[in-house]
């Protein structure tokens, strides 16, 4: 999960900068028919264009929000954490009735606010008991990822992922948090569709689970939680910022790329198929992606395994469906296998799409030292160490945020 996997050896993966050799980005601002897009109005056609493309050549088609979802408020606790917080755990269910199936939203609001509160979400790897020791968030009811590779569950421990949730920090700061388990959505193994939302939805979506993949999957789930987050007057909808890491960092941008209600997008260590040029032929490559994990994109995509640049998107065309919301793009110095310069490559060429609406990206042209951030409408870092989420990049999303979304 956090690193490459030990069973595929990466002894064939470049990680010479020296070998990556020449590669030519498709043009983010010509469309199909051959016209430059110089204005706000043209990029909107641009814009529908490159979201078909990435919909027929790599996530798959992205369905709206289902006819009947609801939502049923579990449990409210006033005082959580040390009084600092209000949690409300809802579920949401997808369709009429209450047998499923559904996703469980864990929310936690500053208690000391007055108004309405800006809120990450994102969804998190290990069922919402991992994010915190917080004893009163209900157990995740699904068994927790597994995997394919180890053939186990994990243990359901509570807090084991609290390194990677800044919950007290956000909420000290004033910011709202909202989190649910991806695999309530879909079990993150090659079969794992047959028992998530691909299946037990096609009929109420109108979609074959072939249509899209898992991260199509997790990344309508965080449309979903936003759907509940509108309702919650205690939340600002105009300040919803989705944020992932690593697969689910692909996870939401393909999310903030389709729904705009997402105000500002994070994306943290995303790498291959996330922020990082497929065209760069360092760390994970196109092939390997689709090899290790054939489950998260659709077919197509696979057909481009041994000639990427015949793709018709790279991924800078994907961080420019951002435009012109805030976007932030992290990566980390030992994260190699995720292109550290592939991600800070692919900001740095979705910048034309923010000029349009004269909003200032990362403005260098040089990465810049780590553990600092760069960048305005765009901002880029890269952490010092590992394939991980940490306070340091959480301290700089906040600050993106609140500099950000005014
Ligand atoms: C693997 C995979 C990456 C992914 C990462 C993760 O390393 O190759 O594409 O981002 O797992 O989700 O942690």
Same mark, same amino acid.
């Given at each position: 999960?956090?690193?490459?996997?030990?069973?595929?050896?990466?002894?064939?993966?470049?990680?010479?900068?020296?070998?990556?050799? !020449?590669? +030519? @980005?498709?043009?983010?601002?010509?469309?199909?028919?051959?016209?430059?897009?110089?204005? =706000?109005? =043209?990029?909107?056609?641009?814009?529908?264009?490159?979201?078909?493309?990435?919909?027929?050549?790599?996530?798959?088609?992205?369905?709206?929000?289902?006819? /009947?979802?609801?939502?049923?408020?579990?449990?409210?606790?006033?005082?959580?954490?040390?009084?600092?917080?209000?949690?409300?755990?809802?579920?949401?269910?997808?369709?009429?009735?209450?047998?499923?199936?559904?996703?469980?939203?864990?929310?936690? %609001?500053?208690? /000391?606010?007055?108004?309405?509160?800006? &809120?990450? &979400?994102?969804?998190?790897?290990?069922?919402?008991? #991992?994010?915190? +020791?917080? #004893?009163?968030?209900?157990?995740?009811?699904?068994?927790?990822?597994?995997?394919?590779?180890?053939?186990?569950?994990?243990?359901?421990?509570?807090?084991?992922?609290?390194?990677?949730?800044?919950?007290?920090?956000?909420?000290?700061?004033?910011?709202?948090?909202?989190?649910?388990?991806?695999?309530?959505?879909?079990?993150?193994?090659?079969?794992? *569709?047959?028992?998530?939302?691909?299946?037990?939805?096609?009929? !109420?979506?109108?979609?074959?689970?072939?249509?899209?993949?898992?991260?199509?999957?997790?990344?309508?789930?965080?449309?979903?939680?936003?759907?509940?987050?509108?309702?919650?007057?205690? &939340?600002?909808?105009?300040?919803?910022? &989705? /944020?992932?890491?690593?697969? $689910?960092?692909?996870?939401?941008?393909?999310?903030?790329?389709?729904?705009?209600?997402?105000?500002?997008?994070?994306?943290?260590?995303?790498? !291959?198929?996330?922020?990082?040029?497929?065209?760069? *032929?360092?760390?994970?490559?196109?092939?390997?992606?689709? +090899?290790?994990?054939?489950?998260?994109?659709?077919?197509?995509?696979?057909?481009?395994?041994?000639?990427?640049?015949?793709?018709?998107?790279?991924?800078?065309? %994907? @961080?420019? @469906?951002?435009?012109?919301?805030? %976007?932030?793009?992290?990566?980390?110095?030992?994260?190699?296998?995720?292109?550290?310069?592939?991600?800070?490559?692919?900001?740095?060429?979705?910048?034309?799409?923010?000029?349009?609406?004269?909003?200032?990206? $990362?403005?260098?042209?040089?990465?810049?030292?780590?553990?600092? #951030?760069?960048?305005?409408?765009?901002?880029? /870092?890269?952490? +010092?160490?590992?394939?991980?989420?940490?306070?340091?990049?959480?301290?700089?999303?906040?600050?993106?945020?609140?500099?950000? @979304?005014?």
């Amino acid at each position: 999960l956090h690193v490459s996997l030990p069973l595929f050896g990466q002894e064939t993966f470049n990680y010479d900068e020296g070998k990556v050799g !020449e590669y +030519t @980005l498709p043009s983010l601002l010509t469309s199909n028919s051959g016209d430059i897009v110089t204005n =706000e109005k =043209e990029w909107k056609q641009r814009r529908a264009e490159i979201l078909q493309l990435f919909q027929e050549n790599v996530y798959g088609k992205c369905p709206g929000k289902p006819k /009947h979802i609801h939502f049923e408020i579990k449990k409210i606790n006033k005082n959580a954490l040390a009084g600092k917080a209000i949690s409300k755990q809802v579920r949401i269910f997808f369709t009429k009735g209450n047998k499923g199936p559904y996703m469980d939203v864990l929310l936690y %609001l500053p208690s /000391h606010t007055s108004k309405p509160v800006p &809120v990450f &979400v994102g969804l998190n790897f290990k069922g919402n008991q #991992s994010v915190n +020791t917080d #004893s009163t968030i209900l157990l995740s009811e699904k068994q927790p990822e597994l995997s394919k590779y180890t053939k186990k569950n994990d243990p359901m421990i509570r807090g084991n992922q609290s390194e990677r949730w800044e919950v007290e920090t956000l909420i000290e700061n004033g910011f709202a948090t909202a989190t649910a388990y991806y695999g309530d959505l879909e079990l993150d193994y090659p079969e794992g *569709w047959q028992s998530g939302i691909r299946t037990s939805l096609q009929t !109420e979506l109108g979609i074959k689970p072939d249509e899209w993949g898992a991260i199509g999957a997790w990344a309508w789930g965080l449309s979903r939680i936003t759907d509940y987050l509108e309702t919650d007057k205690q &939340v600002n909808p105009k300040k919803i910022i &989705v /944020h992932g890491h690593s697969r $689910l960092g692909k996870a939401a941008l393909w999310a903030g790329a389709n729904d705009t209600r997402f105000a500002a997008v994070i994306s943290n260590n995303s790498g !291959e198929g996330g922020a990082a040029l497929a065209r760069r *032929w360092f760390g994970e490559t196109t092939n390997r992606i689709n +090899t290790n994990f054939p489950h998260w994109f659709i077919g197509q995509y696979k057909t481009f395994n041994n000639n990427v640049q015949n793709l018709p998107v790279d991924q800078h065309m %994907l @961080l420019a @469906l951002i435009a012109p919301r805030p %976007l932030y793009v992290a990566s980390a110095t030992e994260d190699l296998w995720a292109d550290p310069k592939g991600e800070f490559l692919s900001a740095k060429n979705a910048e034309p799409a923010y000029t349009l609406f004269g909003k200032k990206g $990362l403005e260098n042209t040089e990465m810049p030292p780590p553990d600092t #951030s760069i960048g305005k409408t765009i901002r880029y /870092h890269i952490r +010092t160490g590992k394939h991980n989420i940490l306070l340091f990049d959480w301290l700089q999303y906040m600050v993106f945020v609140s500099s950000n @979304l005014k």
